[in-house]
């Protein structure tokens, strides 16, 4: 998105520091959030002197703009926020592995679908004048879900080209 306001870079570095000193159990992805190439890639060189876990470049025009941003973050990894419609090119995961991302987070695909989905449903609770449809979810089928998905076994596929998907949490783990 256009229009974001950041911190003065000596001020933001502050603050990351802070949060550095101070961590124990706790990986630090650092945000460029700038709009302007030549700021965005004195943002993702920066945090190469620090402690900082990982580079998140945000809101690149381009995927050359994303390959000069991962050489200038390097040694740390790069990560790209995959966006439907936002600024970003948008990639499979194997195109990310050309530009240099090493992680992709795919933050909003579920959210947008159930913008749509809540949308749809209170638009039908409208018409039919509040009356709650029948349909194929109800509590029993949203606990069933919800358990289903739990107890889902999760593994860390073997490293290939593109990124690499972070694990999810286990119930009752960090």
């Known amino acids: 998105m256009g229009g974001k306001q950041v911190l003065p870079l000596p001020d933001y570095l502050a603050e990351l520091t802070a949060v550095l ?68 090119p948008a990639l ?3 195109e990310s592995a050309d530009p240099g991302v090493r992680v992709a987070i795919y933050s909003t695909p579920c959210l947008f679908a159930a913008h749509a989905a809540m949308d749809e449903a209170l638009s039908r609770l409208r018409a039919e004048d509040g009356r709650l449809p029948g349909g194929p979810i109800g509590v029993a089928e949203s606990q069933a879900l919800l358990r289903d998905n739990l107890g889902r076994p999760r593994s860390v596929p073997a490293p290939g080209p593109g990124p690499r998907p972070v694990p999810a949490p286990q119930p009752g783990g960090r």
């Open 21 to 88: 000193d101070t961590r124990t159990d706790l990986v630090v992805v650092v945000r460029t959030d700038a709009t302007d190439e030549a700021e965005m890639l004195r943002r993702a060189a920066a945090p190469a002197a620090t402690d900082a876990d990982a580079v998140l470049v945000d809101g690149v025009p381009s995927t050359e703009v994303l390959r000069r941003n991962a050489r200038a973050a390097a040694p740390k990894p790069v990560v790209s926020n995959q966006i439907a419609g936002g600024r970003s």
């Open 92 to 94: 499979s995961r194997s």
